[in-house]
């Protein structure tokens, strides 16, 4: 139960707790559309702003990161270091655009069952509000954030009441699993190619949609020296054991289909699964399961099932709609390594 695409989802949905802002229409361009609904940059700069601009919040969050980075995981800090002027990550950008489209997913539900909080309700979600962030930090954000975080917790709270308990039951347990078989994957057999660029892998797809074969491809054209002498076999292995990027796409497409490429640390990627065995919906995986849908709240249910059916439009220079994943992925410089996708920790963004 703790895939990289989970871990990524709780994340951001733990993220909303310490500063999901309602998305509004603006006439600046788009940092984002969710369902017809725009998030304006001038919005997302704004609550940058009031985030990185907040001393007490940007400390604790700085220590959370370096929490999670000595454990291993993947964090994101709110400034890039070794800049003359604050610039903020391009990770921590999209953690906060992603908070931003999971808000206006619950807006658009409020309005859609006609339970939007009153003026009274919103005033009173102040105590709420201060309670999901590092003691003491916040009064310090401005009034403008404070506004909109106390609306988006009234909104939050009255989604709530109107969805009910989420089921834990057998059926409930039985639909979960099904619908998620990338959470119970026990082993897969993975073989790869290993390009430079986006278009080398797009044309090697196309010469093996075409009929060419996956090991002659990857002995001549794979930068992965260790698996393409052995036509891009990378073995059989459990999950855990890659480059998130790498993972989530091989965990999710279907046995023997090519995937589209696949950027990650090591440059782009055609995949193919040749086979997967999933764990057994045993006494274990189901205690595992009826545990996670008794902790789960009613709205993260509700954001984590909208999220797979949201049409979501990203400005580029913020990032990418992950369609597996379900969220924004910030843009991805190239990076210096070379070979097989190594060993990583599934990523997860910190939350005050």
Known sequence: MTRARRCAAAAAAALISVGVLSACTSTSPDAAKVNGTTISQSTLLRELHALGGNKAFADAYKNLVSQELAQGQVAYPIFDQGTANQTYTQGFTAV??????QAALVHQEVVRRHVEPSAAQVAA????AAQQFPSGTFTAFD?????????RAAESTALEKALGPVASDTAAVQSFYTKNPQDF????????????????AAKIRTELVGGAKFVNEARQYSKDTASAI?????GCVQPGNFDPAFERVADTIAVNQLSQPVHS????????VRSRQLQPLDATNSGRIQQYLKQETAVTAFVGSALQSAKVSVNPAYGTWDA???GIVAPVAPGPNAGA??????TSAPSP
Do not use: M
Not at 125 to 128: D, N, V
Not at 143 to 151: A, G, T
């Open 265 to 272: 640390s090591f440059g782009w990627h055609v995949i193919l």
């Open 143 to 151: 009034p403008w954030f404070r506004e909109e975080y106390k609306l």
């Open 324 to 326: 597996v994943l379900h």
């Open 341 to 346: 996708p190594t060993s990583s920790t599934p």
């Open 96 to 101: 906060v655009l992603n908070t931003d489209v």
């Open 125 to 128: 979600a102040t105590a709420t």
């Open 185 to 200: 994957i026990a082993q897969e057999c993975l073989s790869h190619i290993l390009v430079p660029s986006e278009s080398e």
């Open 230 to 234: 052995k036509g891009g076999d990378l």
